[in-house]
């Protein structure tokens, strides 16, 4: 079949079926969250998930890549919570004491303020993503922590990034009015940053599409950060229109270097691990279920 009416038929194809992608981020922070990613890849019911260059667990986390070929592994970039890659006096926007900030509210506010220079973004996302493709994982997309590239000035400096680094799919971190609708609670304030996340949907769709990246229709799951649970995520699956979608998912098991992390996700990973468990071979029948590795 010829390139063009190649295109064409993936088109066609892609606008009338579902697919998708279902990633679990923070892959590398505790030994209880990568032995969860792995059960969840085995059961069948996860297929992609984002490595933490910077985590304290990155090794072991490499390890069970490669024991599991069928994950498809890409970098989450770490811009805030913890060390950077590179040497503090490299990136010495980005820190604050001598390490990453510890507040998205803070980081963005000092980015809106020229505070945070664009090359030090671009350098440190560089040597996260180089740190994983020298273990040897072929990286398939990046993301970042917290969806801080949903902001075009961490954005640009991410895609320059993956560019150099031959990455070519990125996390479109914007959740659509359906899968917004199909969630309850979240809390109004999580509610209304999600919403107002959703303003800079235009221009990322612009800059994604200058650097020639490859990206789903959305993502959900965004909204239910924490509180992602069967009924959740059974009413999301079912609201799911045709299209190439994301579901964005923290699962886990409790575990002491997880509490010992700094992060308010605890319990909630136990939750979602079995959520994934319980919701998607229940509605496996409605879509197809890919990895990053298959978008194009």
Known sequence: MPAKEKRIHLNWYTARVKRLIINADDFGLAPGVNRAIVELQQAGVLTSATLMATGAY????????????????????????????????????????????????GFVRDLMRGRIREKE???????????IQSSGITVSHIDSHKHLHA????????????????????RNPFEPLWSLGATR??????????????????????????????????????????????????KLLNAMPPGTWEL??????????????????????????TALLEAVP????????????QLG
């Open 58 to 105: 990155f090794s072991p986390a490499v390890y069970l890549a490669f024991a599991q070929p069928a994950l498809a592994v890409g970098c989450h970039i770490t811009l805030i919570d913890g060390l950077p890659v590179l040497r503090t006096v490299e990136v010495p926007s980005l820190l604050e004491r001598g390490r990453l900030r510890t507040s998205v509210s």
């Open 121 to 131: 973004i671009e350098a440190e996302a560089t040597a996260q993503i180089q740190r």
């Open 151 to 170: 902001f075009p000035g961490v954005l640009r400096p991410l895609l320059r990034a993956a560019q150099a680094c031959q990455v070519k799919r990125v």
């Open 185 to 234: 609670g979240g809390g109004g304030m999580r509610r209304a940053q999600v919403h107002l996340m959703r303003s800079q949907r235009r221009t990322f769709l612009k800059l994604t599409a200058e650097h020639g990246m490859l990206t789903t229709d959305g993502a959900m799951g965004v909204l239910a950060t924490g509180s992602l649970d069967d009924a959740i995520l059974a």
């Open 248 to 273: 964005v998912c923290h699962p886990g098991y409790r575990d002491r270097a997880l509490e010992e992390a700094h992060t308010r996700l605890l319990t909630s990973r136990d939750v979602e691990r």
């Open 282 to 293: 229940a509605a496996r029948a409605g879509f197809d279920l890919i990895d990053f590795h």
